[in-house]
């Protein structure tokens, strides 16, 4: 028994032994480590990368979307959204223009007016009629834009006008509807056709004033000129008023006391030169 003893503890001091001498040599040993088949160079393997090492490129983090607010993914918060606040252009220092205005106010004058037109006309000088009364009449008319119900008969263009007489004859005021047609490059030809009423003589004196019998008179008028720059014309005027016979008047026949019934028509001739402007 003591004998087992003692061959354990030589057993074991000869094991201690001989692992201290290994791990003495494998201090000992050069980078260079031996194999079974010849030297194995470790440095390449050790400045490798592992195998299994990976580092992803750094990336932004997503912006997440949100669905538009009332949609069914709508998860937000329920915010009312502020209101759009717009600040008001300044005040313009200029004065608005005709133009500007009217359009603001969604019509034009085009649309109720259509020209005015001035000029001076030489006072009866037929040749229809004696020439008895003399003097310029001032001429001025404005003329209306024609409306639909006009459209069956080439739509003419209501007007309203008054000829003033210089000399203290017939002046007259006057209505009506004017026919127009273009010809060429700005020329236009026209004439129109319509009433009067005149403060001038129903029975007048012979070589000193008109007999026009009535107090409003059948009026027809003709028009020729040129328009330029779109907007102005320049024209030839001539008009005629009479009562085509209708008006008889009781008159003295020269005699004491003599009267009798006659129809007065001598009729009023004028002509002239006229500028217009179409708005």
């Known amino acids: 028994m003591k004998t087992s003893v003692n ?36 440095d390449g393997f050790l400045r490798e990368s592992h195998p299994f090492s990976y580092s992803p490129a750094p990336t932004q983090p997503a912006t997440p979307v949100r669905a538009p607010a009332g949609s069914q993914l709508y998860r937000g918060p329920s915010v009312a959204p502020r209101p759009l606040m717009v600040r008001p252009a300044p005040a313009s220092t200029q004065p608005m223009s005709t133009e500007m205005a009217n359009a603001d106010s969604g019509w034009k004058i085009s649309d109720i007016f259509s020209e ?9 000088i037929g040749p229809f009629s004696a020439s008895d009364e003399g003097g310029v009449d001032a001429n001025f008319e404005l003329l209306f834009a024609s409306p639909g119900i006009f459209e069956f008969m080439w739509s003419p263009r209501p007007h309203l006008g008054v000829s003033y007489n210089s000399s203290g004859d017939t002046s007259q005021a006057y209505l009506g509807l004017t026919w127009e047609w273009s010809f060429w490059d700005g020329w236009f030809a026209g004439f129109s056709l319509g009433g009067m009423a005149h403060d001038g ?6 070589g000193e004033s008109k007999s026009l019998g009535c107090r409003f008179l059948f009026r027809e008028s003709i028009n020729a000129g040129f328009r330029f720059a779109k907007r102005h014309a320049i024209m030839v005027h001539f008009d005629h008023s009479s009562n085509a016979s209708l008006c008889e008047k009781n008159t003295s026949d020269g005699t004491t006391n003599g009267r009798h019934v006659v129809t007065l028509n001598e009729g009023l001739e004028n002509v002239g030169i006229r500028y217009g402007y179409m708005f």
């Not at 005015?116 to 009866?124: E, F, N, P, S, T």
């Open 201 to 206: 003589h129903l029975v007048g004196v012979d």
């Open 7 to 42: 061959q354990w503890k030589a057993f074991r001091r000869f094991s201690t032994a001989l692992l201290l001498s290994v791990f003495a040599m494998a201090l000992s040993l050069p980078a260079n480590a031996q194999s079974w088949g010849g030297l194995y160079n470790m």
């Open 116 to 124: 005015i037109r001035v000029g001076a006309l030489a006072h009866d």
